[in-house]
């Protein structure tokens, strides 16, 4: 039986390493929260002391932090402290779920590679919702070698894994894909709402838009005009689901990648303006479906 | 049986007319065009001299005509002409299948009301294809005694037909739906490029977003990276489809909506600038799709 | 001594017309609004009861009106009235100052040569102190012979006289230059905020860019940042001048014009879109630079 | 007399060089192309080996270089080779007149600062006409010291010397005032293109807006229509001036700084996403007033 080292222990990392424990897996982790640590240890867990020390002996490391840095330094190390890739075997997968920008899932898989260890990004979507239920995407980048490996552990805590290209593709495609979320949240909104100022009922218009040439994800599963679905954030005063504060980071990633390849992404950039202002006017921790308030008429309520 | 006037016999208005007699229904054609006229009766219309005298005694009256001026001279005429308006039947019921903007639309609706008559508005989707085979969509604004009444010819040509709302509704759902998929089309190339410039293969990342939050009727049916689809306008030069200048017209007509609902939406606005610029640099008669070439990087061909 | 009738006595209109008085030129007035009429005769105008009164014997015509249809209205009248056109003389130079659509003010143009009357579009800027101290612009669409004798009465009401060019050019012309300033507002205040959160001091950032590259008429006598500048409206709340709603007006206008020549204005376009947005979030009686609002962080404050 | 070091000798780099050598200060210059200093050394500049070299025993160091990267990697050296600030003296004036990112500035001058050393930015503009005839701007970031001690070798080669703040602030002023002058000159070009479509003459239009409330320094220096101001790129080809790639260069530098700072700025991102389009489309070697021919109908030439 596989044996995972999991380091990041968050909203996301903590239920995705349950479900590893739940499959039988023997799982070591690691977070500087020692109430994150006891609440995995409480379902099985071992725990180590640091981050090596969780990684030594795995087969499989997996990684949920934050932002680039911290994968960096927890797989690179820095001047006082060793890396992953300096206490693992060569046998041992690395697999990083973070969301980070692409440059340094790079950086982190070419010095792995120099070590001659397999490292894979390989960014989720599908919230806390879907990693406590196992039903998570993943959409990964790294060798064939890699990808057919990891599907012993990442079968267990998701529903959809997709195989990107190269190490780094995996944060490409998934910011390619939020990026192109935000637009088709922006622009579904916007019609709505010119809809509604024309006289139309947002369910009516919702309805014919869906299964014509402006059909999209948004329309099927997330629509931005409160009362059009049920359970969905909009219907719920925008709480819950996908921050607009991690929408704006997702795009922030997405710029990062236009500026470095020198590409143009008008909608993207443009969606990204609006969101910071968004944020800025205090409703970053709202639903990103609350971008639909920006274009309603607060005038009229 | 039912009898019906059409008048406007262009690309879609001639081969809608075929479907009707193909059905059997009695119909009585006008054009400027003798030529248009003539493809008519060879397949069995019967044609009258004006527009005026090919409604005078029908069931039902179809125009199928370039903008919204042609409408409203057809409908209400003027100092020198009768209109529609003055010489149909209380029975009649009038519908205007021309993408137009909702005002004139109103206007003609309203004044049909003032003289009895009912008035629809039903601007289609599906393109000259669609016409032939019979299988339009046709957005609806009206009565519901005059959408009932109207399935017995919309039936004939089309095979999705919704009911938008009142007079105007139709042009407003339609050119709301339009917007968006401008949106979703320049969302689409712009992310797909962004991709392909980070070292994804597009059919990869296609897959990946088709199926994912990015998901939407581009990528579903009308990919704008050539040789990711068959069968696409973009796999073949961008010939054919829906053109670059039928777009910027109808995201004319949604900016025109927007004005006069005093309305925001910065991304169909957007889109009409990148559509418009792209024609003006003499690709107006490319498939829409061809959007993507703003973003495809010239300089390494 | 030059008779002038005075139609439109807002409040822009009212001053104006006082200082045709004062300049001892006889005016009579006409408004809807009786109290607006009582404080130009007790000022020495001249009252009639329909514009057509005050205009019959007038040298000179000069509307100030809310928009294009109440212009075309006054003129060309309709079934139940008559328009200025069927009573003034071949002499009376007609000046229509109004801020309207350029379609219209052609209109009207077209209709007073048919009658062999000369009419002249003259929208103006300088906001309600430059109509009270008689240092309005004023931007000119007209043949030379009427450019020539309408100096007699602009001079008297504004310090900048401009010709545009023929009937509709100073619509046009005013119009392009109020796009252009909104682009100007929003591009400094985005520009300013983008310093302020990296650290810089917006009055030195403002010194530097006003004698650079950047230099605009914004950072010269607008600042849209709080407190960079004396007695601007930035640092009164932004209380006073050029109103957000007039803004949108403004930019509607220039929509309009983009979208009957065909023309491509993406800043605008944006622009306007970010002016209803802060229009519909409450701020439509604002000054137009506070749209830096929109990019200040609120969660700081 | 003061001592300077001069490394960087490109197309900005040897005329600055050669002014402080004819102002008969003592310069030893370095760059790796052997052309560019043997240019220097004719003029009467001693040269060196190495950078650091050059740098030893000078007053003032000044490096003119491409990109960050090349700026870290000078002034503090990596594992093979050392930095500028291993070599020079406590009393030495660094100045760094590279256009880069302000987070490298800032690393550069706290590194500096550990070593006691004054460090300051000094990006310029004015381009090489200016960097010739001694007339560039330098915007400045560092202490108050070492603006005051930089005074003695930038007068020589510039004619305004702006202090925007501490280390790192030159280069943000510079990049805010660069994103303004692209949002000037899109903004411009539009209206100017709106005003001649719709009839006017972009000479007239240009002459009101200059003096209105749209007056811009476009309009004053740099009109980017063809054939309305003598002795600009427009009117010669777009051929000189300030390149398509240099102005992508700097929008890019201006994002990368917003999307640290988390700010919106949506003109900006506008302007760099066609500003990209133009390059890509093969424009990047013409000047960035070119941009206006996005928006001119090709169609019609």
């Known amino acids: 039986m596989a044996t995972v080292a999991f380091i990041g222990l968050g909203n996301m990392g903590g239920p995705m390493a349950a479900n590893l424990i739940k499959a039988g897996i023997t799982v070591t982790v690691f977070d500087l929260n020692p109430q994150a640590v006891a609440a995995l240890t409480d379902?099985?867990?071992l725990s180590a002391k640091t981050a090596c020390g969780a990684a030594a002996s795995a087969d499989y490391v997996i990684t949920m932090l934050?932002?680039?840095?911290?994968?960096?330094s927890i797989y690179i190390g820095d001047d006082n402290n060793k890396g992953l890739l300096d206490v693992v075997g060569k046998d041992t997968l690395l697999i990083d779920c973070s969301t980070i920008d692409a440059q340094t899932a790079q950086i982190v898989g070419a010095k792995a590679a120099e070590n001659g260890i397999e490292f894979m990004d390989a960014p989720v979507s599908g919230g806390t919702a879907g990693a406590a239920a196992g039903t998570l995407t993943f959409i990964c980048g790294g060798s064939d070698v890699a990808y057919a490996?990891?599907?012993?552990?990442l079968t267990v805590m998701g529903a959809n894994i997709f195989h990107a290209g190269q190490v780094g593709a995996g944060q490409i495609a998934k910011i390619c894909n939020n990026m192109l979320l935000s637009v088709l949240m922006v622009g579904t909104s916007e019609s709505l709402q010119l809809g509604i100022d024309n006289g139309l009922d947002p369910k009516v218009l919702s309805d014919i838009m869906?299964?014509?040439?402006?059909g999209?994800?948004?329309l099927e599963k997330y629509n931005p005009c409160p009362n059009v679905m049920d359970n969905v954030p909009s219907s719920k005063g925008y709480q819950g689901g996908f921050m607009v504060d991690l929408m704006v980071k997702d795009l922030g990633l997405s710029q990062q990648a236009a500026l470095a390849s020198n590409s143009s992404t008008p909608m993207g950039a443009l969606a990204r303006s609006l969101y910071v202002n968004h944020a800025r006017q205090g409703h970053g921790r709202l639903d990103f479906s609350s971008i639909f308030e920006q274009f309603a008429n607060q005038n009229k309520k």
Request: proline content about 4%; glycine content about 14%.
């Open 210 to 214: 869906k299964v014509s040439s402006g």
């Open 43 to 45: 379902q099985g867990a």
């Open 66 to 72: 934050p932002a680039g840095k911290h994968v960096q």
């Open 216 to 218: 999209n994800w948004t």
């Open 149 to 153: 490996k990891a599907q012993t552990v």
